[in-house]
């Protein structure tokens, strides 16, 4: 059975201080699409039990998979258990998967661990995947953009075609001061190929080779199917 990594944030404010987290739909999705298929394992930068955004608790009360994740019990355990970064071996998996929220920007792009962990999963042929605010990670930065690159020390995005979260959808829901950058324009200044749904909040999934993208919530269950569809392919 193929593995999968699941990494989540481990901030749990915004630069105004608003609480924020991982975002519930975005892991919850994913998780019980590749669950049955797959072994996964949750990892953040501080390890266990990584801050939920309370904010995708209350706008996805009624979201059955939503539901499920927060009072599954094997769930519970997974996250109460997550494992630090800096503890995970890139060679017990064969993808990892980067949740949304708008903590991943604040934590993310600058953890040389997380960093590290992307160009292992990159350079090994991997699949390297994230939703939303979770595209966020793989633009990771220590100082002068430098980025997870590959082995010839190019950004993953290069040349590739990603998406994530979009300039629209941020400044729709006022949130453009809570964030360090935007990610559209990131990914762009990277060297990628920036696409987006043709209008906000619809769903958007790119496969570029090994990376994975999804633009917002509603591309997660996308998301989680395009990683199946690619694991069981090399199988």
């Given at each position: 059975?193929?593995?999968?990594?699941?990494?989540?944030?481990?901030?749990?404010?915004?630069?105004?201080?608003?609480?924020?987290?991982?975002?519930?739909?975005?892991?919850?999705?994913?998780?019980?699409?590749?669950?049955?298929?797959?072994?996964?394992?949750?990892?953040?930068p501080?390890?266990?039990?990584?801050?939920?955004?309370?904010?995708?608790?209350?706008?996805?009360?009624?979201?059955?998979?939503?539901?499920?994740?927060?009072?599954?019990?094997?769930?519970?355990?997974?996250?109460?258990?997550?494992?630090?970064?800096?503890?995970?071996?890139?060679?017990?998996?064969?993808?990892?998967?980067?949740?949304?929220?708008?903590?991943?920007?604040?934590?993310?792009?600058?953890?040389?661990?997380?960093?590290?962990?992307?160009?292992?999963?990159?350079?090994?042929?991997?699949?390297?995947?994230?939703?939303?605010?979770?595209?966020?990670?793989?633009?990771?930065?220590?100082?002068?953009?430098?980025?997870?690159?590959?082995?010839?020390?190019?950004?993953?995005?290069?040349?590739?075609?990603?998406?994530?979260?979009?300039?629209?959808?941020?400044?729709?829901?006022?949130?453009v001061?809570?964030?360090?950058f935007?990610?559209?324009?990131?990914?762009?200044?990277?060297?990628?190929?920036?696409?987006?749904?043709?209008?906000?909040?619809?769903?958007?999934?790119?496969?570029?080779g090994?990376?994975?993208?999804?633009?917002?919530?509603?591309?997660?269950?996308?998301?989680g199917?395009?990683?199946?569809?690619?694991?069981?392919?090399?199988?």
């Amino acid at each position: 059975m193929p593995s999968v990594l699941i990494v989540l944030t481990s901030a749990d404010k915004t630069l105004t201080g608003a609480q924020t987290g991982w975002f519930l739909p975005e892991a919850a999705h994913p998780y019980y699409i590749l669950a049955p298929h797959a072994s996964i394992d949750f990892a953040a930068p501080k390890g266990p039990n990584p801050p939920l955004a309370e904010e995708s608790v209350q706008m996805y009360s009624e979201d059955e998979e939503s539901v499920r994740f927060l009072n599954d019990e094997a769930v519970k355990a997974k996250l109460a258990g997550a494992k630090k970064l800096s503890d995970i071996d890139f060679t017990d998996y064969d993808a990892i998967f980067y949740v949304g929220g708008h903590g991943p920007v604040i934590d993310l792009p600058t953890d040389p661990v997380s960093i590290k962990l992307i160009q292992q999963f990159w350079d090994s042929g991997k699949i390297v995947s994230a939703v939303c605010h979770g595209s966020a990670g793989l633009t990771g930065f220590c100082s002068a953009l430098t980025s997870a690159v590959d082995a010839a020390g190019k950004s993953i995005f290069i040349g590739r075609t990603a998406t994530g979260f979009s300039n629209a959808e941020e400044e729709d829901l006022n949130t453009v001061k809570d964030i360090p950058f935007l990610l559209e324009d990131r990914i762009i200044q990277l060297g990628g190929t920036y696409v987006k749904a043709d209008k906000i909040w619809e769903e958007k999934i790119v496969v570029d080779g090994n990376l994975i993208t999804g633009q917002n919530p509603a591309s997660a269950a996308g998301v989680g199917k395009a990683i199946l569809k690619a694991l069981i392919d090399r199988n």
